[in-house]
T-cell receptor, first 117, second 107 residues
Framework: DTEVTQTPKHLVMGMTNKKSLKCEQHMGHRAMYWYKQKAKKPPELMFVYSYEKLSINESVPSRFSPECPNSSLLNLHLHALQPEDSALYLC????????????????FGNGTRLTVT | DAKTTQPPSMDCAEGRAANLPCNHSTISGNEYVYWYRQIHSQGPQYIIHGLKNNETNEMASLIITEDRKSSTLILPHATLRDTAVYYCIVRPLDMRFGAGTRLTVKP
């Protein structure tokens, strides 16, 4: 079990669908992250939120839309995805101290495995 | 690109120590070295981190060279359950994962 909960565990969607991935943590962490991981590849950073504000966007296509409605929740809204977007989507969280110095581990969920048909 | 480089794969006999190296020659003075591992179909799991001193916890030991340009993760008595991909990353300025080392522990 992890302290970062991601739902759903599996998702199959068509290219015209709109769906959302959800991530929740109750560790009081104020930094949250989305990563994308293709098979046999390392996780790729997509977005970073700090104090519920988007601080890093790694040039991710606009068909991926992140949202951080409060300090415990992180969503990733999906629209008009392509089959090559099929991957494991990982959420992580960490503490953020003053000045965005991150001397704290990332805590990962077990991901949502997304298949785009 | 990630600021770390690791060998793509390593083997280790069960019960022996596994020593996993990582090069981070461009590390900055305020960046920590973090190690994670990922077992198939799970999210990465935090193992240990350090700034410049050697560190030990219940899972592993971390040895950082004096110039901080490289480090070694040591699993003192590897078990079959330690078979995984091991990643080192430097933070806070880099949250990107390199390719990692696939460690296979063999009976």
């Amino acid at each position: 079990d992890t302290e970062v909960t991601q739902t759903p565990k599996h998702l199959v969607m068509g290219m015209t669908n709109k769906k959302s991935l959800k991530c929740e943590q109750h560790m009081g962490h104020r930094a949250m992250y989305w990563y994308k991981q293709k098979a046999k590849k390392p996780p790729e950073l997509m977005f970073v939120y700090s104090y519920e504000k988007l601080s890093i966007n790694e040039s991710v296509p606009s068909r991926f839309s992140p949202e951080c409605p409060n300090s415990s929740l992180l969503n990733l809204h999906l629209h008009a995805l392509q089959p090559e977007d099929s991957a494991l989507y990982l959420c992580a969280s960490s503490q953020v101290d003053m000045g965005f110095r991150q001397n704290s581990p990332l805590h990962f969920g077990n991901g949502t495995r997304l298949t785009v048909t | 690109d990630a600021k770390t480089t690791q060998p793509p794969s390593m083997d280790c006999a069960e019960g022996r120590a596994a020593n996993l190296p990582c090069n981070h020659s461009t590390i900055s003075g305020n960046e920590y070295v973090y190690w994670y591992r990922q077992i198939h179909s799970q999210g990465p799991q935090y193992i240990i981190h350090g700034l410049k001193n050697n560190e030990t916890n219940e899972m592993a030991s971390l040895i950082i060279t004096e110039d901080r340009k490289s480090s070694t993760l040591i699993l003192p008595h590897a078990t079959l359950r330690d078979t995984a991909v091991y990643y080192c990353i430097v933070r806070p300025l880099d949250m990107r994962f390199g390719a990692g080392t696939r460690l296979t522990v063999k009976p």
